[in-house]
């Protein structure tokens, strides 16, 4: 089955430094890949999405890029703010197929 | 945006207990999942349905049972739970014909002693 890797487990950056989360897959008919944002005692919440081919998406300070011929989908953040301290997954799936693959988490602190 | 409800939102058992969560999502979706959050592990789906009366098992099924009652309502039991199903559960929804995306409830804090 898919296999769904994320790194760093842990990140600490300094407000208004750039941070970036990376997970690769291995499943190459993976199609939809998410980044959910998860701060302290909450829920997660759906962050960005990108579908299908190499794919730039940008909102909320953040940038997601996703390279299939790699298998990697990557969630840069350009200049860090105390608010983005939070646990950040990525997820994975296929067309069809409800089910999602998580990464097992990033957990971002940003210093003031 | 859907509206995923749980509840208890923390509850206290002792080992051998019987526990019940419950999930509710109120926009129709087809897709219910119940998922485990434990650190170092991530979220791990437990069992899932696509309808009232279907249940799909998970990746990590052992010890738990699921019912989907109606289209709405998604409960999880824990029919005699030990210490290592300590954890927060998360339920989520999602419909194939609007989006992959998959809601999520506030969580469910659950500790057994």
């Known amino acids: 089955g898919e296999q769904v890797e994320q790194r760093p487990p842990h990140l600490s950056v300094r407000e208004g430094d750039s941070a970036v989360i990376t997970c690769t897959y291995t499943?190459?008919?993976?199609?939809?890949f998410f980044w959910y944002k998860q701060e302290p005692g909450a829920s997660l919440q759906l962050l960005m999405k990108?579908?299908?081919?190499?794919e730039i998406n940008e909102g909320q300070g953040f940038t997601v890029l996703l390279n299939k011929k790699d298998k990697r989908l990557s969630l840069n953040l350009t200049a860090a703010h105390p608010g983005d301290s939070a646990a950040y997954f990525c997820?994975?799936?296929?067309?069809?197929?409800?089910?999602?693959?998580f990464g097992k988490g990033t957990s971002l602190t940003v210093i003031p | 945006e859907a509206a995923v409800t749980q509840s208890p939102r923390n509850k206290v058992t002792v080992t051998g207990g019987n526990v019940t969560l419950s999930c509710r999502q109120t926009?129709?979706?087809?897709?219910m999942y119940w998922y485990r959050q434990d650190t170092g592990h991530g979220l791990r789906l437990i069992h899932y349905?696509?309808?009232?009366?279907?249940?799909q098992i998970g990746d990590v099924p052992d010890g738990y049972k699921a019912t989907r009652t109606t289209q709405e309502d998604f409960f999880l039991l824990l029919e005699l739970a030990s210490p290592s199903q300590t954890s927060l559960y998360f339920c989520?929804?999602?419909?194939?014909?609007?989006?992959?995306?998959?809601?999520f409830g506030p969580g469910t804090r659950l500790t057994v002693l």
């Open positions: 989520a929804s999602s419909d194939l014909d609007r989006g992959p995306e998959q809601y």
């Open positions: 997820a994975v799936s296929e067309p069809g197929y409800q089910n999602f693959y």
């Open positions: 926009n129709s979706h087809n897709y």
């Open positions: 990108v579908f299908s081919s190499t």
């Open positions: 499943d190459p008919n993976s199609y939809y």
């Open positions: 349905s696509y309808g009232a009366g279907n249940l």
